[in-house]
């Protein structure tokens, strides 16, 4: 392997000094380990030499004495913790940092600012407030250092800093550098001004190390450019490689300056492609189950335990539950609980859904139903168990504040005891999460709101890494510009390199700008603070160009030029336009010169050797495409695809066919002949669209499992409960008193009964925040003033109210009700209809009216399609069916020949007080009916026409573009060749012209 200087000068140093002590510092043990493995592999020998960095000589040094004293070296996690409690001390609300003072990223900024400033020797009466642009800035950053000292002594802990002022008296007692020892230093290693006293305190003279200086003519050269649609592309491009040119894995090294978002796909494709892979830093642990899951059971104690937070981590199988329990169905179980928010929810919802379980049913159909219900109440049981076991670990929250401390040791418990491992990493995760929450357990006693609390933790989390690895034998290794370079590997890509991310904008501290950081470098001598909004952008340019240096082989330097989420272009950095500039009789290149030079960008496509099967044929498909019997190849290969692809070519015909809803058989699927009750609302569905009504009631199919939205409370079919309920104690109330109805006078009644409906759904749905149970609150009230002024002009008498028929279990005793459905007449033959009236009221003497509460607006009764269209091809059926049952109810009642009219009442903003009667010919329902049916009957159920049907519809992700779905059903349903079975779908649409 060539050498580049550093490894020659090291390998001569080594030849001239084979067997004395040699200490190379370093900038990590990863990047020395590197060296000496290059330095192997290049055919040197190098006997005595160690790596070191010049913290671990340091706290080599000072750390028996630390000990000696009782003093302990606190962790970063650990300090941050103590940076707050500095803020907590010396910031109030009215200060400079006040409004951050509760802030974690406050916290971070001001721990690496106080860092630099100790290891560059400034103290607290350094921070002259003439400094800074605001003088309260100087006078708090110095109180917050001074604060910071006075917690570290008294919790007889360190910092970094502290161990370099200890480990230098030690030097001067004769505790330096071994007698006959040498101490090498890289050139390029950049130390603190604190780090560089103890090291002359440490050793007389350090051997410099020089390495390659970047000369763009000759290093350019070394650099190939490459771009890829997407990050992800980028990566894959790498494995391609790899593949395609049979490269040594460990011949390559991956580079990345965002690691945010590099480190994880490097991460997630290795594993998902079976690339063994090391990565430099490690791996993050919220990227693990135990991480994922502590993440939860935080952000459960931060928002009020809400249940959503434990439904992911159980959805997404991060709990250790019993095997008779899925995570799936643990979170659907916890769903259906109904707790939301409020730690006191919790208990009593499981204990009820326990209890619903546990109550057997009965009827003709109890035995088998009791069979699942046992399995259902296992599974119960099981999740109560999980959620109460981690309940019971975390520490009580007294009045919204929580102890940090005791948070810490209980996450300890959970991903101890609680949580998922299924892998060698997991569990390496889970180890480091507990050794990291009992270092926080540590720390003294400290009170926060909980949302505060569970943010340290977070944070402290999102920090941690694990399975930190240097490159190993085998492997691909990753990792960041700065650190990369040194293992001497041939094959270097450089990944990232969009004018976005590289260099980047310049950023200053966010704490100590660069004009106050300049000020107090001039106002006392010696300082030597970075300007980092200054420099920062030239050092990650300088650290590429030392990257480019140091490597002897290839390096491919790629960039994204495509954002796929935002569909947004994307373009070179201008470094890398520079670098192609550098090249011989490229001087004058121009951005247009440098794309032509670009090689085609990679995608999802691969042009050379696939990585998996799903690569593999889309590179078939795109090199063969229209090519003769490839689909059916594929759907020999896959037959579920084959299946598919002649769905498709069916689908795009006018015929009827089996892929567009028509059964071969149908003789148990019609409520004429089965004698199954059926509601008006599944009738309504199925004229909306056979097709949901095949998915729904024929398939049994049911959408997942309603997630409620954050800002929501109540959603449309709640709501529409809670009005109807507070109608219905309302007027019950007047009936049994045997009041009539005046709407000035009972508005307050009216008022109170809609404040103890809110009350009881505020407890059985708490809302998530006072603004989104105010706005429905007042939705209702206002619900309830619109049905009073209506009332004004009515002049029936309402006499019944939510009467139910045909359902077993109905919620309303109504004297006119009945447990038996209603026989409904048909000219193909009669159905039972079950439901429930909301109301009926008396016009005359046999005459009613029934009406349909509805809490939506009017957007389904427009005036022309009233008269024209009362069934709306059969959308707005209710209305019909319901006369027809009310009149039934009210003859079994004892009433003769009553006189019924039917239609529906708007009682809210959005319906504007608005009744409609609704008067549809017998024949017109008659041949509605007779059609409908007609389809179930034959086992037909094409898609609806209209795609406005589509919108709200539970199964619209089943059928794909609707629009496409529609226009194709359409088509079939006109075709000239007329498919008999789709006459009915003919006849409907014909009545409703």
């Known amino acids: 392997m060539e050498r580049n200087r550093l490894l020659a000068e090291l390998a001569d140093f080594c030849a001239a000094h084979p067997v004395d002590e040699k200490i190379l510092l370093v900038p990590s043990f990863p990047a020395g380990q590197q060296v000496l493995d290059a330095l192997a592999r290049s055919g040197a020998a190098h006997l005595n030499l160690r790596p070191a960095t010049i913290f671990s000589i340091a706290h080599g040094l000072a750390g028996p004495t630390l000990a000696a004293e009782g003093r302990r070296l606190l962790s970063r ?66 109180a917050l250092a001074r604060a910071y000292e006075t917690s570290l002594g008294k919790l007889g802990a360190v910092d970094p800093a502290d161990v370099f002022r200890r480990a230098i008296p030690v030097c001067a007692g004769g505790g330096g550098l071994p007698a006959g020892a040498h101490l090498l230093r890289l050139s390029s290693l950049e130390l603190s001004p604190l780090e560089e006293e103890f090291l002359s305190a440490y050793a007389a003279a350090a051997v410099p190390l020089a390495e390659d200086e970047f000369v763009a003519a000759r290093h350019s050269g070394r650099a190939a450019f490459a771009l890829a649609l997407s990050e992800e592309n ?45 990565l430099e830093g490690g791996v993050p642990v919220a990227y693990t189950r135990p991480g994922q899951g502590i993440l939860d059971v935080l952000e459960l104690v931060a928002r009020d335990f809400r249940s959503s937070s434990l439904e992911r981590l159980l959805a997404d199988g991060r709990a250790d539950l ?100 299924a892998s060698s990493l997991d569990g390496a995760a889970a180890e480091a999460l507990s050794d990291l929450f009992a270092q926080l357990a540590e720390l003294p006693e400290r009170r926060l709101p909980a949302e505060d609390a569970a943010d340290r933790l977070r944070e402290a989390i999102q920090g941690l890494a694990v399975v930190s690895a240097g490159p190993a034998p085998g492997h691909l290794h990753a990792g960041r510009l700065g650190r990369a370079g040194w293992s001497g590997r041939p094959h270097t890509f450089v990944l990232g390199l969009d004018e976005a991310r590289f ?90 010169d440098f794309s032509a030079a670009l090689p085609k960008p990679a995608t999802f496509v691969p042009e050379g050797a696939p990585l998996d099967e799903t690569e593999w044929w889309l590179a078939r498909l795109g090199e063969t495409r229209g090519a003769p019997g ?19 070519e069916a689908r795009a015909t006018t015929s009827f066919t089996a892929w567009d809803g028509r059964l071969a058989s149908a003789d148990d699927l019609d409520p004429r002949r089965t004698r199954e009750p059926i509601s008006a609302s599944r009738l309504e569905k199925l004229a909306k669209c056979p097709r949901m009504y095949f998915y729904q009631y024929v398939l049994d199919l049911a959408p997942p499992d309603e997630v409620r939205r954050e800002d929501e409370w109540l959603n449309a079919r709640e709501f529409g409960n809670l009005l109807h309920e507070t109608l219905y104690d309302f007027m019950t109330g ?33 809302p998530p925040h006072h603004a989104a149970f105010r706005a429905q609150e007042d ?25 139910p028929f045909g359902l077993s279990r109905a919620k309303r005793d109504e004297a006119l009700g009945s447990p038996e459905p209603v026989e409904i007449a048909t000219p193909g033959g009669s159905f039972l209809l079950q439901g429930q009236i909301d109301r009926i009221d008396e016009s005359g003497p046999g005459a009613y009216k029934v009406w349909d509460y509805k809490s939506g607006g009017d957007f389904s009764f427009k005036e022309e399609d009233r008269a024209k269209h009362p069934l709306r091809g059969g ?62 009957a034959s086992g037909s159920f094409p898609h609806t026409a209209d795609p406005g049907d589509c919108r709200f519809c539970d199964f619209r992700a089943i059928c794909g573009d609707v629009t496409l779905v529609a226009e194709r059903a359409a088509a079939k349903r006109d075709a000239a060749e007329e498919d008999p079975r789709l006459e009915p779908v003919r006849s409907i649409l014909r009545r409703d012209v």
């Open 503 to 592: 260099p980047g904008p310049p950023r200053q501290d966010p704490v100590l700008l660069d004009s106050e950081r300049d000020a107090l470098n001039r106002g006392r001598g010696g300082v030597r603070l970075a300007l980092p909004g200054r420099t920062l952008t030239a050092k990650r340019i300088a650290e590429l160009h030392a990257l480019l240096a140091r490597v002897r082989g290839r390096a491919v330097l790629s960039f994204s030029n495509r954002d796929i989420l935002q569909d947004a272009e994307r373009f070179p950095s201008p470094a890398l336009l520079a670098l192609f500039r550098a090249a011989p009789g490229r001087e004058s290149a121009s951005w247009e």
């Open 779 to 803: 939705e209702l009230l206002a619900a309830c003033e619109i049905f009073l002024a209506a009332e004004r002009e009515n002049t029936a008498a309402p006499r019944f109210f939510e009467v």
């Open 77 to 142: 996690a650990q300090l941050l913790a103590v940076v707050e409690a500095a803020c907590d001390e010396v910031l109030g609300p009215d200060s400079y940092f006040g409004a951050l003072r509760r802030s974690v990223g406050l916290h971070r900024a001001l721990h690496r600012t106080l860092d630099e400033l100790r290891r560059a020797r400034v103290t607290p009466a350094d921070l002259a407030a003439a400094a800074f642009d605001d003088a309260r800035k100087g006078r708090e950053l110095a």
């Open 234 to 278: 980028e990566v894959r491009a790498v494995f391609r490689r790899v593949l395609d040119e049979g490269l040594a894995l460990d011949d390559v090294e991956i580079v990345f300056d965002d690691d945010a978002v590099y480190r994880p796909l490097v991460f997630e494709l290795a594993a998902q492609y079976g690339f063994p892979c090391t």
């Open 630 to 648: 490839l689909e059916a190849e594929v759907g020999r290969a896959y037959p579920w695809l084959g299946d598919g692809a002649r769905a498709e």
């Open 734 to 766: 007047l009936r049994a008193e045997g009041l009539r109805l005046d709407p000035a006078r009972d508005g307050a009644r009216l008022k109170a009964a809609a404040g103890r409906r809110l009350a009881r759904w505020k407890e059985l749905v708490p």
């Open 875 to 936: 959308r707005l059926l209710q209305h019909a069916l319901y006369r027809r049952a009310a009149a039934r109810l009210l003859e079994r009642s004892g009433v003769k020949d009553p006189a019924v009219v039917s239609g529906y009442f708007l009682p809210t903003r959005k319906g504007r007080m608005q009744r409609f009667e609704m008067a549809a010919p017998d024949a017109d329902v008659d041949g509605t009916l007779r059609d409908l049916f007609s389809l179930v």
């Open 322 to 421: 019993p095997t008779s329990l899925s995570g799936v169905h643990a979170a659907r179980l916890l769903r259906r609980a109904r707790i939301v928010a409020g730690l006191p929810r919790w208990a009593p919802r499981l204990d009820a859904l326990v209890a619903r379980e546990r109550t057997p049913l009965e009827g003709e159909d109890a035995a088998r139903l009791n069979e699942a219900r046992e399995e259902r109440l296992v599974a119960a049981e099981a999740l109560r168990s999980f959620v109460n076991r981690v309940l019971g670990a975390l520490p009580p929250v007294a009045r919204g504040s929580i102890s940090l401390p005791a948070l810490a040791r209980s996450c300890g418990a959970i991903v101890r005891d609680l949580l998922a491992r």
